[in-house]
C-alpha cells in the first residue's frame, strides 16, 4: 500500500520541480540587454500621449461576458440538437431548465440595463 503513494508523491514532486526548474533556466539564459526602446509603453506602434493607464468602461466587459455566457449556452445545446430523437424525456427537461435559466440571466440583465449601449 505504501508503494503506491511513493509513487504519487514522486509524481507530485516531479510536476513541481519541472516548471520551477524550467522558469530559473530561462531566466539564467534570457538575454539581458534592456534600453530606453525595449523598456517603453508600447501601443500599435503610436507614441503614447498622456497617461498610458486609462480606465475603461465597465459596458465592455459585461457585453463580454453576456457573449461568453451565449457562446457557452451554444457550446451545450447543440449536443442535444444533434441527438434530440434519442433523448430520454430527462434530458429533455434537462435542456428545457437551462434554458429556462439563460432566459432569466437575459431578462435579469436586460432589465439592468447591461445590454444598452451607452
Known amino acids: 500500500m505504501i508503494n503506491n503513494w511513493v509513487y504519487i508523491g514522486l509524481f507530485i514532486l516531479i510536476s513541481l520541480f519541472i516548471p520551477f526548474a524550467a522558469i530559473v533556466i530561462a ?6 540587454k534592456p534600453n530606453k526602446i525595449k523598456n517603453s509603453t508600447y501601443e500599435c506602434g503610436i507614441e503614447t500621449v498622456g497617461d498610458t493607464w486609462v480606465q475603461f468602461r465597465v459596458q465592455y466587459y ?7 455566457a451565449f457562446d457557452v449556452e451554444a457550446v451545450f445545446l447543440y449536443p442535444w440538437a444533434v441527438a434530440y430523437n434519442r433523448l430520454t424525456m430527462f434530458a429533455v427537461i434537462e435542456a428545457v431548465i437551462f434554458l429556462v435559466l439563460l432566459t432569466v440571466v437575459l ?11 451607452i
Open 27 to 32: 531566466g539564467w539564459l534570457a538575454p539581458k
Open 62 to 68: 459585461i457585453y463580454a461576458l453576456v457573449f461568453l
Open 107 to 117: 431578462a435579469y440583465a436586460w432589465k439592468k440595463g447591461a445590454l444598452q449601449w
